[in-house]
């Protein structure tokens, strides 16, 4: 059984930055492809950002481009999400997901798609 651990959240100024911790149980066929989701008060949870683990490419939102990163450190068992530039409407939780790698090659962004998720952590930014 997978289980995903995020950290990392918190609070910040419009303009700060933040670098959300997704921990890995174990690696398996089943974590090849790792996202990160969030979910605003009132609206659907949506993609953020994806990375295939087995080479570290990274897939995006086009509105997370540029602002956000994402990336791996399979050694550590761990992804990150480092977000800048950050905007109060960044305000939300942040799920960690993970699924296999075929995923991330075909609408990653597809909540559906993940057979594992974490509890998530809670992202605050204020103007």
């Known amino acids: 059984q997978v289980q995903l651990v995020e950290s990392g959240g918190g609070s910040a100024q419009a303009g700060g930055s933040l670098r959300l911790s997704c921990k890995v149980s174990?690696?398996?066929?089943?974590?090849?492809?790792m996202a990160w989701f969030r979910q605003a008060p009132g609206k659907e949870r949506e993609g953020v950002a994806a990375?295939?683990?087995?080479?570290?490419?990274?897939f995006y939102v086009d509105s997370m481009k540029g602002r956000f990163a994402i990336a791996g450190d399979n050694a550590k068992n761990t992804v990150y999400l480092q977000m800048n530039s950050l905007k109060p409407e960044d305000t939300a939780v942040y799920y960690c997901a993970a699924a296999a790698g075929g995923v991330c090659h075909e609408m990653w962004y597809t909540s559906a798609k993940y057979k594992y998720w974490g509890r998530g952590t809670q992202v605050t930014v204020s103007s």
């Open positions: 990375i295939w683990t087995i080479t570290g490419s990274p």
């Open positions: 174990t690696w398996t066929s089943e974590t090849r492809c």
